[in-house]
């Protein structure tokens, strides 16, 4: 019934595409954008504490970072791995690591530490590189700040031993069995020891405290002096065996003792030291007996001893017992137990 032209059919088609085009291309165009703006985020950026708002397109924080000239160096804390992918509203946060005089011993060295640095990991580093170990002021916990120059010292402890001797001393006693003016050595001086062991903490090299923990002492030996206040005896310590009348001849059995306390309970100090059941003083030629055998003041002469008095007593001479006095102890030692010959002289 229509007599349409081919060539107002063309002009159709060709109308009716144009419009699809126009009405295709729109839409497109319209995503594109919004996209293009959704990929710029708004971050919040924080270096050492200044804070600051940024738009960015970037995909990471590296990126970012690099987009605003911002290098991380070794030693910074940052906040989130470079590859972390932004989003809006990131918080971005640096720690710079700053640059410290730490003191050791009086002595610094400067060095850089990352934020956040604590005096124990500053110790425990500074530690490994003097090869000791430091103590410090304060606590292991307190953070560092670029003002902070932190102090330490090294310590350790030392365990010493030390001994040194005791002087004697001289102590001179009156024996009437010597000439007046006369000395004669009764006891040789011998000196005492000491000996301590301690431990002694050094900080910063030099001496901090000390403490004992061992200690022993000897007691040094006096030399004793006896000071003559007498006469010379003579014969009293004649050992050779010249003429002499005697009232008759016995053998006894014979010790020796000397006025030391092992012997006669008695110390230099005592009051009646070296003093006799008589009241004279002993001296070679003093002999103990018992009484009721030998009168005491009865004169003797004992072969290889001498001439004698009877001028002591002993608990454990009894009956035919005698003790003869020596100054030696190494000589009564020596003397031992025996039988002697005893002239009792008129």
Known sequence: ?????????????????????????????????????????????????????????????????????????????????????????????????????????????????????????????????????????????????????PAFYTWEIVRRHENGEIAYERVYTNAASLPTGETRVYQAGQPGQWEIEKTVTYVGGAPHTTRIVNESRTEPQHEIVHRGTGFALGALTDTSCPTFHYRRRVVKEATAYTAGFSCTGRRPVDRFYRITASGREVEHGIVAVDRNVIPLGTRLYVEGYGFAIAADVGGAIRGNKIDLFMECINDARRFGRRNVVVYVLY
């Open 1 to 149: 019934m229509f007599n349409i032209s081919s060539k107002w059919l063309k002009q159709c088609v060709f109308a009716l595409v144009g419009v699809v085009v126009l009405l295709g291309v729109r839409p497109v165009m319209t995503t594109l954008t919004l996209a293009q703006e959704q990929d710029r985020y708004q971050i919040t950026l924080s270096v050492d504490g200044r804070t600051g708002t940024h738009q960015t397109g970037a995909e990471n924080v590296g990126q970012f970072l690099a987009e605003n000239d911002i290098t991380i160096h070794p030693g910074d804390r940052l906040n989130h791995r470079l590859n972390r992918r932004v989003y809006e509203g990131m918080q971005v946060d640096i720690a710079r690591a700053f640059y410290i005089k730490a003191w050791v011993d009086g002595e610094y060295t400067i060095m850089r530490v990352p934020a956040g640095t604590t005096m124990g990991t500053l110790r425990d580093t500074l530690q490994t590189a003097v090869s000791q170990p430091l103590i410090h002021a304060g606590d292991d916990t307190d953070v560092l700040s670029p003002t902070d120059n």
